[in-house]
């Protein structure tokens, strides 16, 4: 079963440093993520997702290749270019995976601006080692689907880095 996990750090440059940490570590096989967002919110209040993957570029660049190879084929490859771009993208935009985009942006209007939440979506964690390693960057939790004993172990991981 995922958790979900929502960290709120000063900037969007901290929460950066730690998803690329998260992926590190998802590397080193102590984790498995589902999805890492990074949420910000401007001065002007317009919240932005900085997604992990963008879903309709992938999308966009599969369906060229399969465009393509459907083009020559049928002996016109530019219209099977075009024509698996558009629905590459179309299917790319349509299959968000991951964390609700509409749940991050009602979570990320309280920010502040300047701010930035990290959401991740966990599917598997060496908690021991994973909180370990994260606990330096510090934050705040946001909300998680953690049970009260595992979320009060990350809050005590988080609340080291702020502790002087």
């Known amino acids: 079963m995922s ?18 940490r998260l992926i590190e570590l998802q590397n080193e096989y102590l984790l498995t993520l589902g999805d890492a967002v990074i949420a ?7 919240v932005k997702l900085n997604q992990l993957m963008n879903l309709t570029a992938a999308g966009a660049a599969s369906g060229s290749f ?6 020559v ?15 590459g993208a179309i ?7 991951g964390i609700n ?13 300047g701010n930035a939440a990290l959401f991740v979506l966990v599917k598997e964690m060496t ?4 909180l370990k390693d994260i606990s330096p960057f510090g934050g705040t939790i946001l909300r998680t689907s953690l049970d009260e004993s595992k979320e009060q172990l990350l809050r005590d991981a ?3 880095a702020s502790a002087p």
């Open 3 to 20: 958790s979900l996990i929502a960290i709120i750090y000063p900037s969007e440059d901290k929460a950066e440093e730690v998803r690329k």
């Open 40 to 46: 910000t919110k401007t001065d002007a209040g317009k």
């Open 66 to 71: 399969w465009g393509l190879l459907v083009g």
């Open 73 to 87: 084929l049928f002996l016109n490859p530019l219209i099977g270019v075009a024509l698996g771009a558009a629905s």
């Open 91 to 97: 299917g790319g935009a349509l299959s968000d995976v």
């Open 101 to 113: 985009d509409n749940f991050m942006k009602e979570l990320a209007r309280g920010l502040q601006p």
């Open 127 to 130: 908690e021991d080692k994973v």
């Open 158 to 160: 988080l609340q080291k």
